[in-house]
């Protein structure tokens, strides 16, 4: 197999299949966030189309008349990925990889696009644990699937295939793996807790930033710190949790504030369990700040994302304050009982700094 299309600028085609009812409008905006998932990571767009099918071709996923079709159109705009919008059946992967292997290109999921993107970002060692137990879990299956396929094409009546025997190895290696990095991430995990233990002996009080990715976090959390931590336009810029303290003026107490990885659609649920220990500072907290891209005009569906992870992770109990951040590139003005800030221009964290002080010491 030749190497996998890590360098920047790849080319890339981009197909989604979506259900008959769907409507153009709501195809093309999953197509964009595909497309923008795509440019985080670093890959150059130049085919993107939707099919619409009742099911996902059982072996394929696309239909195979539009997978020989991408066969030939790959090569000719010089596509070296394809990158499809969901999850693949190992199976799947596996005979598309064949099919359009032999056409140059390498064949990603939502999932491997994901995955990939967290690790270009994860900077410190229990980010990158957390994404090595992520893939663990997603690529596993694939191997044994392959395995499958390997032993049914080599070995005849009576062998045993050269895949099963190798598969074997790789099962064991990756479960070995598997259990390395569990129990690191429990010292991580352990640790954390009793920082915890230790900070609400002393009494110390703390917010956790959540949202979806891109909407303003990291850069909120500076605005409220005055820390100069790494913000970009780039979804999941940010993949550790960074605690800052947090003045109010008012009370002339100091609490604490964490910031944390960035929710998005269908985030898959192997990354919630893997980030289960960075996102338990927001599952800790006395109160969250819901950060809302206001100029996004996906904000609401994007707030129920947020709101399914925080069920999910079991935070949903949690007082919170909706932050509608970007205000400053807001035309008209949002209703009074919205609480905008602009995290860039420090208007309104002053109002947020109020009512913070508010909910944690009324
Ligand atoms: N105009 C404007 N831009 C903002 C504001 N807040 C954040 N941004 C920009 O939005 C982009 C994303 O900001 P981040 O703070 O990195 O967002 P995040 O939610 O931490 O993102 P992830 O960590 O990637 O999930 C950056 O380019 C910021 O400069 C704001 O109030 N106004
Ligand atoms: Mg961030």
Known sequence: MSSSPDSQKTKTILIDVIPQRMTPKQSLERLAELEELTSTYGGIVVVKKY???LHPHPKMYIGPGKVEELAVEGPAVG??????????KPRQMYELSERLGKSGMHVWDRMDLIL?????????????????????????PRIYGMGMELSRQGGGIGTLGVGETNTEIMKRHLKER???????????Q????????????????????VGYT??????????????????ANELFATLDTRVGS????????????????GFIRDLP???????????????????????????????????????????????????????????DRLKRRLAASKLSVSATTGAGIDELTARIEKVLFP
Not at 126 to 138: F, G, P, Q
Not at 214 to 231: P, S
Not at 246 to 261: C, R
Not at 278 to 301: I, M, P
């Open 79 to 88: 596509a070296k990925l394809l990158i499809i919008n969901d999850r693949l």
């Open 51 to 53: 099919q619409r099918r």
């Open 178 to 188: 598997e259990r390395t990095v569990k129990d690191k991430l429990r010292t991580y």
């Open 214 to 231: 891109n909407a303003g976090k990291t850069t909120l959390l500076n605005a409220l710190t005055g820390r100069r931590e790494y913000a």
């Open 269 to 327: 649920p192997e990354l919630i369990q893997a980030f289960a220990s960075t996102l338990s500072e927001a599952v800790h907290a006395d109160l969250l700040l819901h950060v809302v891209d206001a100029s996004d005009k996906n904000a609401a569906k994007h707030m129920d994302v947020v709101e399914d992870v925080l069920r999910k992770i079991g935070a949903d109990k949690i007082p919170r304050i909706v932050v509608w951040n970007k205000a």
């Open 190 to 209: 352990t640790s954390r807790d009793l920082q915890r233990a230790n900070r609400s002996r002393k009494g110390l009080k703390t917010v956790a930033i």
């Open 246 to 261: 947090l003045y109010l003026p008012g009370i002339m107490k100091t609490a604490l504030i964490s910031d944390t990885i």
């Open 116 to 140: 990939k993107i967290f690790g270009k970002h994860a900077q410190n060692a229990e980010a990158k644990l957390e994404i090595e137990l992520a893939s663990i879990s997603h690529m596993g």
